[in-house]
C-alpha cells in the first residue's frame, strides 16, 4: 500500500502530526478506567443490532451522544457528520440543499441511513434525504464503518448511519431553545420528555421544530442556471416516542418522524420564478420488544416510510419523486452462555413513482443469522444472510471477525465481509437509460484496526481495504443498445488508514483525526468523485460547570466534482468556535461560529458554501 500527499496537503496537516505527536508522549502504561465521552463501556446497538459495549466491538466505529451534539455548534446533521473520521459529504448549496454522505470513499449510494432501526432512502435516487433530517430533534448518532451487509442487507458498503430521536425518561420535562444568525437563519424547538412511574411505566417524548432561513446565492455565475438570488429555505419538522411496559420483559413501543424541508433553488428555465424543492419524510415504527425467557430475546418491528421530492420550477410542477417502503423485521436473540445467536427474517415492499416516467414495486425477503462467541479475552463473530429480490434476484453475503483484548482499555481486531449495492428504481427502468440487466454491485472488503481507551487517553486506527466490481454507471454508449443506459462495467479500489486520537488534561480536551485513503477507479486510474486522499479534524473543548468553549478546524484535500471533470476542486480548512454558558440550571446561552476565517471553497463545482457566519440563541431545559 502506497499514498502520495502532496506539499500542500503536507502543510494542512502539520498541525495535526504535531499533536498526534504531543498526544503520544501523554501514553500511559496504566489501564484504570475513567469516564469518558466514548468509553470502553459505552453501548453500540447498530454494530449488531443488539447493545454491545464499545470494547466488545469487532467493526470500527463513532457514537456521537446527546451531550456532543449540543455542544457541536452545528444546525443541520451533515454539517455534524463532517467532522467525524470516514465521513465525507458534498452540498449543492446552502443547509436546505441537496446533500450526499460518503463513508470510507464509497459512494453516496453505498451508504444505509437508519432512524430508530428504520431504514430510510429514496428507492429512485439511492440516497436518504439528508436535508430533511432535524438535527434538533436527534439524540444520539452511531457510524458503523465497513461493510454491514450481512447484518442489513443491500447498500451497506461504506458502512451504516443510525440516528436515534429523543427519547423519554423521569420526572415530565419541558424543554425549548430559540435561535438567530447570518442569513437571516433562525430556530425555534419545543418538546416535553418524561416517564410515568410504577408498574406498566410508559416513557414518553413529543419535539417540534421550525427553521427558517434566507439563505444566500447557491449557485456560482459559471453553472447554466445561475441566478443572483437568495436561496432560502423552511424546515419544519416533529417527532415522538411512546413505550410502554406491558410487563416484566415485555414492552410496545411506537416511534415518529415527519419533515418537510422546502428549499430555494436555481433553473435556467424558470426565468424569473422562484423555483423550490419541497421535500417530505415520513417515518413511522411500532415495535414489540420481549423477553420470552431469560435465554431469548425476540424483537418485532413493523415500519413504513415515505420520501416524497417535487420540484416547483418554470411550470407548476417540474417533478415528482416519491417512494414509499414498508418493512417487517423479526429478531430472535438467544443467550448460549457468554455467546449470543441471532436469527433475524424481513420482508420490504417498496413503490416508486418518478413523473410520468416510473411507476414501480419491488419487494426483498431476508434471512440472516450471526453468532458472536466471547472466551475471555478473545472475540470472534460470524454472520451470513440472504436477500432475494424481485427485481435483481438474490445476493448471500457474509462476515467474519476476530478481537483480542489486551486489557479492558486495549483491543484489536480484525473482519473480513462481503456486500452489495442494488439497482436503483432509476438503474432499472428510467426511460431511455434503464435497463433490465444491471446486476447489483459487489464489495468485498478486509480490515485490521486497534483501539485504545482508558478514559484520559484514546486512540484508534484502521486500515481497510474494499474492492468494488461491476459498478453501475450511466454512460454513452448503451452496450445493449441505444445512445445511453446504466449498465456495469467499472471497478474501484477504496483502501486507507482511518485513525483519530483525543487525551484530556483537567477540564481540557484535545482530540484530532485523520483519514490518508486513496477511493481510485480502476478502469481509469483516477480518484473517484467528490473524495479526497485526506481528511480530517482538529480541535479542543473545555467544559467547566457553568461554561464551556471550543474550536476545531475541518480540513479536507481537493477532489473532482464528477468522473468527467479535468479539473479539481481545492482543498480546504474551516476554522469554528462553539461556546455555552448556564444562566441557572435550566437556562443555556449558546453561541457558535463557522468558518471563522471565511474561506472560499465549493463542495460541489459552481455551488457555493457558506462564508463566514454565527448563530446565537438560548435554552430552557437543557439538562
Known sequence: MSFSVSQPAASALAPLAIALAVFSIFVSPSFAQTSHDQSLDAVVVTASRTAQKVGDVLTDNVVIT????????????????????????????????????????STAKQVVLLIDGVRTQSATTGEPTWSAIPLSQIDRIEVVYGPMGSVYGADAVGGVIQVFTKKGSGAPRLYASAGTGTYGTNEFSLGVVGATEGEHRVRYSLNTTKEKSEGFNSTLPGLSSYQPDKDGYTKTSVSGRLDWELANGHELGFNFLNSRNEADYDVSASGTFNSYRVSDLDVYSLVSKNQITRYWYSQLQLSRTYDENVTYDKTPVGGIIRTRASQVSWQNDLR????????????????AVSGASIDE???????????????????????????????????????LGYGYRFSNNLRVSGSYGTSFRAPTFNDLYF?????????PEEGKN????????????????????????????????CPTGGTRCAYNVDEALLQGVSSSIGKRFGNLRV?????????????????????ARYHGSIGMRYAVETYT???????????????????????????????????????????????????KYELARNYQTPGSNMFVGVRYGFQ
Open 66 to 105: 446527546a451531550e456532543e451534539i449540543q455542544h457541536s455548534g452545528q444546525s443541520t446533521l451533515i454539517d455534524l457528520l463532517q467532522s467525524k473520521r470516514g465521513v465525507e459529504i458534498s452540498r449543492n448549496g446552502g443547509a436546505g440543499s441537496s446533500s450526499s454522505v460518503y463513508l470510507r470513499g
Open 336 to 351: 448460549i452462555g457468554p455467546d449470543l445467536l441471532q436469527a433475524i427474517i424481513e420482508r420490504k415492499n417498496e413503490h
Open 361 to 399: 414495486s419491488r419487494s426483498t425477503d431476508s434471512f440472516a443469522l450471526a453468532y458472536q462467541m466471547q472466551r475471555g479475552a478473545h472475540l470472534g463473530s460470524a454472520s451470513a444472510r440472504h436477500d432475494d429480490n424481485s427485481a435483481y434476484g438474490s445476493k448471500v453475503t457474509g462476515s
Open 431 to 439: 426511460p431511455g437509460t434503464g435497463n433490465l440487466a444491471v446486476k
Open 446 to 477: 478486509s480490515e485490521v484496526g486497534i483501539y485504545y481507551d482508558d478514559g484520559n487517553l484514546d486512540f484508534s486506527a484502521a486500515y481497510y481495504r474494499n474492492r468494488l466490481t461491476d459498478l453501475i454507471i450511466s454512460a454513452a454508449p
Open 511 to 531: 482530540f484530532g483525526s485523520l483519514d490518508l485513503q486513496n477511493p481510485k477507479n480502476l478502469e481509469t486510474n483516477k480518484l473517484l468523485d467528490r473524495r
Open 549 to 599: 468553549f471550543g474550536t476545531d478546524v475541518t480540513f479536507s484535500g481537493a477532489r473532482y466534482t464528477s468522473a468527467t471533470d479535468p479539473v479539481m476542486m481545492g482543498g480546504y480548512a474551516l476554522l469554528n468556535f462553539q461556546a455555552t454558558y448556564n444562566l441557572s440550571k435550566d437556562w443555556q446561552l449558546f453561541g457558535r461560529w463557522n468558518n471563522a476565517l471565511d474561506k
